[in-house]
């Protein structure tokens, strides 16, 4: 046995009890979680196999679609405004203003705040008869109008406006530290020249930050595809089914529905739509780049 | 026998001759209780009970879950008792969330303690099939709920120059009289349960018990077909011109302080409601006017709480949970509980004077089983009226409500497994 050898069995069993629970605890519930959607299961597990009837059920029910397509748009809009919002955010607090910390502190608190605060105090504000519409109306502009909330048709965009609020702070954080890392070389050769400073942001800094845009797409793409307490505290998926959205789905049919079958039905779904989106983008981002490198 | 001596001596002590048998119980019957009622007349309600059981030689450990209609509470009830840390007991609603539970022997059978204290004969009949599996007993039954009261603002019907309407032709006048007076005409909540509160006030009032007891019982798609129920949906949908804009922000509470503070008309609640009144210093016929129909139609939408026992072999446990059962039967507790609760007694043996004049009404219409009216969890399961929530609370907020739609959609969901 070589040195390295006996170095890596050493390691090997030092990580060996992480990799059990790993792989109990979430690889075992994982394939539980799969196992219940294919059984009759209600409000306790059952054994009885009914093959994809509960598959059936999710895809030929409304709320499912609706819940899905609240997702999609959610997610989308989210992502883009909080990159662009964070980098912009960033690029401003990079450009040596005064009382950086202060400001950046600012940003960020928004963060600090958890979903459910930031819900709430989202949906005063948007409350046509108490929050900004009211407060507007009072100063004198009568016709004023941001009632949001409380039309289906827009409330999904009141939660992103509070998903913003709250997330473009972390963003920025982390853009800023890639902005940061940056060789300031580079702008010195830029200013040689003659480069104007938003080409070199778009043209070279952006493409070297891409490791941290991607750490910030990542962050982002989990918190969203897991958002629950934000649209309980907003809107409790209302008006109507009108912001309900794939965990919030999961959470009604899990407990207060009493039917667990569906509710692991809708979980599966939801892994294997996350896997199909994540699993090519993370080979071509990774698996084929250390190809290349090495 | 000496499990009937024991059964009858607690039985004398849940009877209320506290002073002379409780020196019998052993020095503390520990009894942890799963429940979710936690706002200020519920709180208050269960402390009742807490007192009578820690009188009668008990101790009562009280674990309160808050949120989600209880939904919260039954799911940590329902995983400590499969994980084997049962709690003592825990609150379900009447209905069919407890089949599932039972048939996997999670329950146990208090068959014996209803026999000695002869509930068959002191309940309604209906509620008494929802307590028992093949004729075995699981649930104490606290409290008959009506869930399908309208709450009248007194001040702000005065206001507006109107009366409590008597008729359905009456109704939208008065909701417009209300409207022209500057009142919000109804008081509408952001759940979807409270958009179904106010379609169950609908349907058994301008609809009836007999189309109630063919949707929701017999799950009957003609009668959801039928011109009287389009009537009813066609109803409901004029009603979303009478909310205010604030209402999808509003709990059901919330909704109830606006007719306190006559800023709203109506309120279409469960008399839960009528807790939030008397709180806020109301009286019944003066300040505000309860009534569980509209028009001709007599019915009782109701539902309420029981207390089911966890299923042990451990005897110091069952002797906690005999003496918990009938404490929570003992005709003390039930009237005193539900004067504060809001619900009447379930029993029909007990002196309701002391009870308002709302609980009043509901023991009248109560005391003939006609009107009885099992709200569906009697019928129907979770799922199903989940089902139905969504659709009545994406009618209630959608831009082109259709009549022919959400009638498909309903028959759809009741015609189901």
Not at chain 1, 38 to 51: A, I
Not at chain 1, 98 to 115: C, D, M, Q
Request: a negative charge.
């Amino acid at each position: 046995m070589s040195q390295s050898q006996r170095r890596n069995l050493g390691s090997t069993l030092t990580i060996m009890p992480f990799w059990i629970l790993v792989l109990g605890a979430y690889v075992g519930t994982i394939a539980w979680t799969v196992y219940i959607s294919l059984t009759n299961s209600r409000m306790l597990p059952s054994t009885k196999f009914v093959g994809l009837d509960q598959y059936k059920r999710l895809f030929g029910m409304e709320r499912w679609h609706v819940a899905t397509q609240n997702l999609l748009v959610f997610g989308l809009l989210l992502m883009a405004l909080c990159l662009v919002l964070g980098f912009l955010l960033a690029v401003m607090l990079d450009s040596q203003i005064r009382a950086e910390g202060v400001v950046r502190t600012i940003i960020l608190y928004p963060h600090a705040i958890s979903f459910i605060v930031t819900g709430l105090v989202w949906q005063w504000m948007l409350n046509p008869t108490v929050g900004i519409e009211k407060a507007i109306h009072s100063f004198g502009w009568a016709n004023f109008s941001f009632d949001w909330l409380i039309r289906p048709e827009t409330a999904i965009y009141a939660l992103v406006l509070a998903g913003v609020w709250q997330g473009s702070g972390l963003i920025m954080a982390l853009m800023l530290a890639g902005l940061r890392g940056i060789d300031q070389d580079i702008w010195k050769a830029a200013r040689i020249d003659g480069i104007p400073s938003w080409r070199v942001y778009l043209s070279i800094v952006v493409p070297m930050m891409r490791p941290t845009i991607i750490t910030c797409v990542v962050l982002m793409s989990l918190s969203i595809v897991k958002v629950y307490d934000l649209v309980v505290a907003l809107t409790g998926g209302g008006p109507g089914l009108s912001t309900d959205v794939p965990a919030k789905f999961i959470m009604d049919f899990l407990f207060e529905r009493n039917n667990i079958g569906l509710a692991t039905a809708a979980c599966t779904t939801l892994l294997i739509l996350v896997l199909v989106i994540f699993v090519p983008w993370y080979y071509v981002e990774y698996c084929r780049e250390k190809k290349g490198a090495h | 026998m000496k499990l009937l001596t024991h059964v009858l001596s607690i039985g004398m002590v849940g009877a209320g001759l506290l002073g002379t048998t409780a020196g019998h119980a052993q020095a503390s019957e520990k009894a942890e209780v799963i429940h979710w009622w936690t706002s200020g007349s519920e709180s208050a309600a269960v402390k009742v009970i807490a007192d009578a059981y820690n009188q009668a030689g008990g101790e009562w450990i009280d674990n309160a879950v808050a949120g989600g209609g209880g939904g919260k509470a039954r799911s940590l009830g329902i995983n400590r008792i499969v994980g084997g840390n049962s709690p003592t007991a825990m609150q379900f609603n009447y209905g069919k969330q407890l089949d599932e539970i039972i048939a996997n022997g999670f329950v146990r059978d208090i068959s014996a303690l209803a026999e000695a204290g002869d509930w068959e004969n002191l309940i309604p009949g209906e509620l008494w099939n929802s307590i028992s599996v093949d004729g075995k007993v699981y649930g104490v039954p606290i409290d008959v709920h009506g869930q399908t009261w309208s709450w009248w603002s007194l001040p702000a019907l005065k206001k507006a120059g109107a009366e409590v309407p008597n008729s359905w032709d009456d109704f939208f006048p008065t909701l417009d009289k209300l409207k022209a007076a500057g009142i919000t005409p109804i008081a509408v909540s952001r759940d979807a349960w409270t958009i179904d509160s106010m379609w169950r006030f609908l349907v058994i009032s301008k609809g009836g018990t007999e189309l109630f007891k063919k949707i929701y019982v017999e799950n009957d798609t003609n009668a959801v077909e039928s011109p009287a129920f389009k009537d009813l949906v066609a109803t409901l949908i004029k009603m979303r011109d009478y909310s205010d804009e604030g209402a999808s922000a509003r709990n059901w509470n919330d909704s109830t302080t606006m007719v306190i503070n006559d800023q709203a008309g109506v309120q279409f609640m469960g008399d839960w409601a009528k807790g939030e009144f008397l709180k806020a210093g109301k009286t019944p016929m003066e300040d505000f006017v309860c009534t569980p129909t509209i028009g001709a139609n007599e019915g009782y939408v109701y539902g309420g709480d029981m207390f089911i026992m966890t299923a042990t072999d451990d005897p110091e446990v069952k002797q906690a949970q005999d003496l918990l059962v009938n404490t929570m039967m003992s005709k003390d507790v039930q009237v005193a509980f539900n004067k504060v609760k809001g619900g009447i007694p379930v029993r029909n043996d007990v002196d309701t004077s002391t009870l308002d004049v709302c609980a009043q009404t509901a023991i009248k219409l109560m005391a003939s089983p006609e009107n009885q009216v099992g709200d569906q969890p009697f019928y129907n399961s979770t799922d199903k009226i989940g089902a139905i929530r969504d659709l009545l609370g994406t009618l209630w907020t959608e831009p082109n409500p259709s009549v022919d739609a959400f009638t498909q959609k309903f028959a759809d969901i009741i015609s189901a497994e």
